[in-house]
């Protein structure tokens, strides 16, 4: 009696241990899966920044390029401009010239 009473003690605690050890099994896996959750979380976030940050260098960018654009434009312009002056000036030069001549 004495044995058996000894053999469903230590069944009762092997019981107790599996279940404990189980549990803490069970806690582990749930641990891990939210480091997971939070590493893939992170790393979403990083993407999504390097993403943000591109997106605005490239329109940075785009906007100075865009001015650069304009600023060309303007001097070429003037630039015109002055060689049509010149060139008018130089007519009217020589068209004097030749009245006075």
Known sequence: RKHRAKQLAEAQKKKHDMEVLDA??????QEKEEKQRLEMQ?????????MRQARSMAEREMIE?????MKN????????EQI????????????EKYREG
Do not use: C, D
Not at 73 to 78: C, Q
């Open 24 to 29: 803490a099994r069970r806690q582990q896996q």
């Open 42 to 50: 992170r790393r979403q976030e990083e993407y999504e920044n390097a």
């Open 65 to 69: 390029a865009e001015h650069e654009k």
């Open 73 to 80: 434009n303007e001097l070429i312009t003037k630039l015109q």
């Open 84 to 95: 049509e002056e010149n060139a008018s000036q130089k007519i009217s030069r020589v068209k």
